[in-house]
């Protein structure tokens, strides 16, 4: 049983930066994908960002050139830097650790999630 807990969400204005970060604790061996995934009111969950055990990361369109995953494997901690954020980043993020299905997060463990809200 993997715990995953995030932190670091917030109110931030438009063009603003955050960062968010994500433990996984209580199964330290065999992580292999730890990803962020958001979902705004209304709509259905999203993938965001994703960092696989070689390295390997994906982003959704929306958010490539903005957003930077990273992930520290000794700690087993991931992270996501958020910069120029819109108004259509606000939603409910959420870390999610070795899903099988990368782009709905199925699968895996997932957080409670963290808000993060873009407004003037």
């Known amino acids: 049983q993997v715990q995953v807990v995030e932190s670091g969400g917030g109110l931030v204005q438009p063009g603003g930066t955050l960062r968010l970060s994500c433990s996984a604790s209580?199964?330290?061996?065999?992580?292999?994908?730890m990803g962020w995934y958001r979902q705004a009111p209304g709509k259905d969950r999203e993938l965001v960002a994703v960092?696989?055990?070689?390295?390997?990361?994906y982003y959704a369109d929306s958010v490539k050139g903005r957003f930077t995953i990273s992930r520290d494997k000794v700690q087993n901690t991931v992270y996501l830097q958020m910069n120029s954020l819109k108004s259509e980043d606000t939603a409910v993020y959420y870390c999610?650790?070795?899903?099988?299905?990368?782009?709905?997060?199925?699968?895996?463990?997932w957080g409670q999630g963290t808000q993060v809200t873009v407004s003037a």
């Open positions: 960092t696989t055990h070689g390295d390997n990361t």
């Open positions: 209580g199964r330290s061996f065999g992580i292999h994908t």
């Open positions: 999610n650790i070795n899903a099988r299905n990368l782009n709905s997060g199925s699968g895996g463990s």
